[in-house]
C-alpha cells in the first residue's frame, strides 16, 4: 500500500491551525479558564482546530439532534451545538457537577443553552434509560475508554442511515502500538479500534485530527 502522509511539527501545526476560520473570543476565554481551573486535566479538553472540524461535520451531515459522551468544560459541546439548528438538540453525558459547571455559563453566553441537556450520570445509565424512538444524527464519544464500545452500540441503535459517530482519542498518545501499554483504558482503545473497522454496519476512517479522530457513518 502507497504511503503518503506529512508528519506534523509543531511548527507546522501552528501553521495549520492559523489556517482555519479564527477561533473566538468566547472559546479562548473557556480555553484559558479551563487551564486554570483544571490544570494538567486540561489537556482533555479538544484542540480548536478539531472543535471546528466537528462543528463542520454536524453541519455537513445536516445533524438536527446530537449526543455527547463526556464533556468536561463544555467546549466540544459548545462547538457541537452552534452547528445545530436553532431547533436542534444536544444530550450531554457527563458525571462532574464542577466540571461542567463551567460548560454551563458559556453556553448560556454563546445563546445555545436552549440546545443542550446535561444528565450527570454515568452515561450508559443515560443512554440505556432514552426512549427506543429517541435518534441521533451525530455522536461525539470522549469518555471512558473502556466502556467506547458499549456507548457505541448503545448510540447506533438509535441512528438511522447516515448517522455519524465521532471517536476521540484513538490514537491515545500513540501508546495503542505500544505493546508495553497494557492498561485497561489503552486495551479499551485498542478494542474499539479493531471492532469499528470491522463492523458491517458502518464505513469508518480514521484521521490524525488531535490524538485521533474515528469516524463511523451508519449504513
Not at 190 to 203: G, K, M, Q, S, T
Request: charged residues 25%; contains cysteine.
Amino acid at each position: 500500500m502507497h504511503t503518503k502522509f506529512t508528519p506534523l511539527t509543531p511548527e507546522l501545526y501552528d501553521y495549520l491551525a492559523s489556517h482555519c476560520s479564527p477561533v473566538d473570543d468566547l472559546l479562548l476565554r473557556l480555553i484559558e479558564e479551563t487551564e486554570k481551573a483544571t490544570g494538567a486535566a486540561s489537556l482533555m479538553q479538544i484542540a480548536p482546530d478539531q472543535g471546528q472540524f466537528m462543528g463542520m461535520l454536524a453541519k455537513l451531515c445536516g445533524a438536527r439532534h446530537a449526543v455527547e459522551v463526556g464533556t468536561f468544560t463544555g467546549y466540544s459541546a459548545l462547538c457541537l451545538a452552534r452547528a445545530l439548528p436553532d431547533d436542534g438538540s444536544l444530550l450531554c453525558c457527563d458525571i462532574s457537577e464542577e466540571w461542567t459547571s463551567i460548560g454551563r455559563r458559556y453556553w448560556a453566553e454563546a445563546g445555545v443553552d436552549a440546545k443542550i441537556t446535561l444528565e450527570l450520570a454515568p452515561a450508559l445509565d443515560t443512554l440505556k434509560a432514552l426512549p427506543a424512538e429517541r435518534r441521533f444524527d451525530i455522536a461525539f464519544i470522549d469518555a471512558d475508554k473502556n466502556n467506547y464500545i458499549n456507548y457505541y452500540e448503545e448510540i447506533l441503535a438509535r441512528m438511522d442511515s447516515g448517522g455519524l459517530i465521532v471517536f476521540d482519542n484513538v490514537l491515545w498518545m500513540g501508546w495503542v502500538i505500544d505493546p508495553a501499554m497494557t492498561d485497561e483504558e489503552t486495551e479499551g482503545i485498542r478494542a474499539l479500534n479493531d471492532f469499528v473497522a470491522r463492523d458491517p454496519r458502518v464505513e469508518a476512517v480514521m484521521v490524525p485530527v488531535g490524538d485521533g479522530l474515528t469516524l463511523a457513518r451508519k449504513l
